[in-house]
C-alpha cells in the first residue's frame, strides 16, 4: 500500500490540527494503521495506532487525551486529530502501515522496523 500523509503545518500552542494519510489500493481494511513523529535529532517515536476496522487503539502516553486516531475505510484515509498541542509536538509526522494485529504490534511496543509501508511525512510546527 502505498502512503501519502499531509495536513501538517504551523500553529500556536493550545490549537489544532488534522492529518490525513490517504492509501492506494483495495486492500487498506487489511492494515492496522499507525502515526509516528520525529523531532529534529531524535528518533522516530509511536504516536497513535487503530485496528483494521477502527475497533480499537492505542496512544503514547505523550499524546493520550489530546489527539485522536480515526480511519474511514470506505475513504482509504486515516486521520490523526491532534488537540491542545504544545511546542514539544513539533515534528515530522509520518503514517504507517503493518499486516500484523494490532494486538500484536501492541506487544512489541509499535517498533517502526514492524510497519512496512511509510508515507512521506508532513511537518507539524508548535510555536510557544
Known amino acids: 500500500v502505498q502512503l501519502q500523509a499531509s495536513g501538517g503545518g504551523l500553529v500556536q500552542a493550545g490549537g489544532s490540527l488534522r492529518l490525513s494519510c490517504a492509501a492506494s489500493g483495495r486492500t487498506f481494511s487489511s492494515y492496522g494503521m499507525s502515526w509516528f513523529r520525529q523531532a529534529s535529532g531524535k528518533e522516530r517515536e509511536f504516536v497513535a495506532a487503530i485496528s483494521r476496522y477502527g475497533g480499537s487503539t492505542n496512544y503514547a502516553d505523550s499524546v493520550k487525551g489530546r489527539f485522536t486516531i480515526s480511519r474511514d475505510n470506505a475513504k482509504n484515509t486515516v486521520y490523526l486529530q491532534m488537540n491542545s498541542l504544545k511546542p514539544e509536538d513539533t515534528a515530522v509526522y509520518y503514517c504507517?502501515?503493518?499486516?500484523?494485529?494490532?494486538?500484536?504490534?501492541?506487544?512489541?511496543?509499535?517498533?517502526?522496523?514492524?510497519?512496512?509501508?511509510w508515507g512521506q511525512g508532513t511537518q507539524v510546527t508548535v510555536s510557544s
Open positions: 504507517a502501515s503493518s499486516s500484523d494485529p494490532i494486538h500484536v504490534l501492541s506487544f512489541r511496543r509499535f517498533l517502526p522496523r514492524d510497519f512496512g509501508s
